[in-house]
T-cell receptor
C-alpha cells in the first residue's frame, strides 16, 4: 500500500524559518518531490530527492532519509508570497513510475 | 509558466454527460500524466501516457479514458459523469516517465 502523511496546516511569520515534514510508506520508492500550490493554481515543482541528504535551492531546502521514510522541506526567510499549500509526492516504482501525493500542508505566513 | 497548457479552464456539465479535456505538453516532453484533485486534497493519479501508449493507470474506473497524439498532446475523456467527478483535473508533462513532472493550470470541472 501507499501512505503519505503531512501536517494539514502550519503558520509562521515573515522572515522566519519553517520546516514541513512528510512521512511515507510505499511498496516501491524512486524519489520524493515537493511541489508548491497557490490557491486555484497548478502545483509548481520545488525539489527532488532520490538519495539521502539535503538538497539546497536558494531559500528552499529538502531533506530525505529513505531508511526512515521521512522528508522535510525547509523554507528560510519566509515571505508573504510563500503562503500556499506544499505537496509531498513519492514516485512509486511498482510496475511503472507514478507520483503519489499527500494531501498537502497549507502554510500561512503572517506579517 | 511551465509551458503545459490545458483547455478549457472551466467547464460545467450535468450528470450522465461526457467530457473531453485537452493538454498540450511542454516542448520536448514525451510523457503526460493526468491527475484528479478534489478540494482540499492532493492530486490523485489517473493514468500516464508515454510515446502514445498508456504507461500505467491509477484506481479510476474505465469510464476515464485517454489518448496521446504523435505531437505528445493528450486528451482525458470521462463518460457518464457523476457528481463526485467535480474536481480540478491536472495534466503534467515530463521529459520521460522518470523525470520531474511539470503541471498545467488545470481544468476545473463542475458537475450539476
Amino acid at each position: 500500500g501507499q501512505n503519505i502523511d503531512q501536517p494539514t496546516e502550519m503558520t509562521a511569520t515573515e522572515g522566519a524559518i519553517v520546516q514541513i515534514n512528510c512521512t511515507y510508506q510505499t511498496s516501491g520508492f524512486n524519489g520524493l518531490f515537493w511541489y508548491q500550490q497557490h490557491a486555484g493554481e497548478a502545483p509548481t515543482f520545488l525539489s527532488y530527492n532520490v538519495l539521502d541528504g539535503l538538497e539546497e535551492k536558494g531559500r528552499f531546502s529538502s531533506f530525505l532519509s529513505r531508511s526512515k521514510g521521512y522528508s522535510y522541506l525547509l523554507l528560510k526567510e519566509l515571505q508573504m508570497k510563500d503562503s500556499a499549500s506544499y505537496l509531498c509526492a513519492v514516485r512509486d516504482l511498482t510496475g511503472f513510475q507514478k507520483l503519489v501525493f499527500g494531501t498537502g500542508t497549507r502554510l500561512l505566513v503572517s506579517p | 509558466e511551465t509551458g503545459v497548457t490545458q483547455s478549457p479552464t472551466h467547464l460545467i456539465k450535468t450528470r450522465g454527460q461526457q467530457v473531453t479535456l485537452r493538454c498540450s505538453s511542454q516542448s520536448g516532453h514525451n510523457t503526460v500524466s493526468w491527475y484528479q484533485q478534489a478540494l482540499g486534497q492532493g492530486p490523485q493519479f489517473i493514468f500516464q501516457y508515454y510515446r502514445e501508449e498508456e504507461n500505467g493507470r491509477g484506481n479510476f474506473p474505465p469510464r476515464f479514458s485517454g489518448l496521446q497524439f504523435p505531437n505528445y498532446s493528450s486528451e482525458l475523456n470521462v463518460n457518464a459523469l457523476e457528481l463526485d467527478d467535480s474536481a480540478l483535473y491536472l495534466c503534467a508533462s515530463s521529459l520521460g516517465p522518470d523525470q520531474p513532472q511539470h503541471f498545467g493550470d488545470g481544468t476545473r470541472l463542475s458537475i450539476l
